[in-house]
C-alpha cells in the first residue's frame, strides 16, 4: 500500500477536494506519512514580491494559501509536513516525488490560474505524464 503520499496544493477549491480524499485514504491506512508541497511558480513569484512586498509578507502569504489544506489533514489527526519551493510546478512536483521516495501523488484537476491552464495545460495532465508513481487527480 501507500506509505508516502504527496499531496500537492495551491490552496485551491480543487486541491482543498484533493486534501479532502487523502485524509480519506490515509484512514484506511495505517503508518502513512503525508507531504503537503506548495509549489510556487517561478513566473508568478516575482509578481508576488511586487505586489506583496518582500520577506515575511510573502512568506505569510504563500502559508496562508495552505492553511487550508493543513486544517483539513489536522482536523482528521493526520501526521503531515509541509514543504514550499519555487520553480515550474509540474516539473518540480515530479522532481520532489523521484527524489523523496513518493509512493503516490494526489492533486487537484485544477489550481488558482484558469488561463494559464488552459494556454499552458493543466499541472496535473503534466505531473500524471510524467510521475514514475501513481497520479490520482481529484475533481
Keep these: 500500500m501507500f506509505k508516502r503520499i504527496l499531496l500537492a496544493s495551491d490552496g485551491s477549491?480543487?486541491?482543498?477536494?484533493?486534501?479532502?480524499?487523502?485524509?480519506?485514504?490515509?484512514?484506511?491506512?495505517?503508518?502513512?506519512?503525508?507531504?503537503?508541497?506548495?509549489?510556487v511558480?517561478?513566473?508568478?513569484?516575482?509578481?508576488?514580491?511586487?505586489?506583496?512586498?518582500?520577506?515575511?509578507?510573502?512568506k505569510e502569504?504563500?502559508?496562508?494559501?495552505?492553511?487550508s489544506t493543513e486544517g483539513i489533514l489536522q482536523k482528521k489527526g493526520i501526521n503531515y509536513s509541509t514543504q514550499i519551493m519555487k520553480g515550474?510546478?509540474?516539473?518540480?512536483i515530479v522532481e520532489f516525488a523521484k527524489k523523496n521516495g513518493i509512493d503516490l501523488i494526489i492533486i487537484g484537476s485544477r489550481g488558482l490560474n484558469s488561463?494559464?491552464?488552459m494556454v499552458l495545460g493543466s499541472v496535473s495532465h503534466k505531473v500524471a505524464k510524467r510521475a514514475a508513481c501513481p497520479v490520482m487527480i481529484v475533481k
Design 13 to 39: 477549491e480543487h486541491a482543498l477536494r484533493a486534501a479532502e480524499k487523502t485524509t480519506y485514504l490515509t484512514t484506511q491506512t495505517y503508518d502513512v506519512e503525508v507531504v503537503i508541497l506548495y509549489v
Design 41 to 58: 511558480d517561478s513566473s508568478k513569484s516575482k509578481s508576488d514580491v511586487l505586489s506583496i512586498g518582500e520577506g515575511e509578507a510573502v
Design 61 to 67: 502569504e504563500r502559508r496562508r494559501r495552505i492553511s
Design 88 to 92: 515550474e510546478p509540474g516539473p518540480s
Design 115 to 117: 488561463f494559464q491552464e
